[in-house]
Nanobody
Framework: QVQLVESGGGLVQAGGSLRLSCAAS????????MAWYRQAPGKQRELVAR???????NYADSVKGRFTISRDNAKNTVYLQMNSLKPQDTAVYYC?????????WGQGTQVTVSS
């Protein structure tokens, strides 16, 4: 099993930056891809960015060029650097980890972007 602890959310003005972190613990040797999802009020949860164990990435069109996902396999941590934030980026952000044939979710961290 894997436990995930997220940090880094908060309130920021439009145009600002935030960095989210998600640290995994437990049976981390079997962790595969890591990702960030987000869910805004009244909307479905959506994929923001994903990174494989070897570092291949993909992003939602809405965040390309503004957000960067990275991971430190030695620390079992995934990061999301968010720049040029917009009010429409406001959501609860969730860390997601693939582990063998299962997936685990973090508890979520609120990101609020004021206009």
């Amino acid at each position: 099993q894997v436990q995930l602890v997220e940090s880094g959310g908060g309130l920021v003005q439009a145009g600002g930056s935030l960095r989210l972190s998600c640290a995994a613990s437990g049976s981390t040797s079997s962790i595969g891809a890591m990702a960030w999802y987000r869910q805004a009020p009244g909307k479905q949860r959506e994929l923001v960015a994903r990174i494989t164990r070897l570092g291949s990435t993909n992003y939602a069109d809405s965040v390309k060029g503004r957000f960067t996902i990275s991971r430190d396999n030695a620390k079992n941590t995934v990061y999301l650097q968010m720049n040029s934030l917009k009010p429409q980026d406001t959501a609860v952000y969730y860390c997601n980890v693939q582990w063998v044939l299962l997936e685990y979710w973090g508890q979520g961290t609120q990101v609020t972007v004021s206009s």
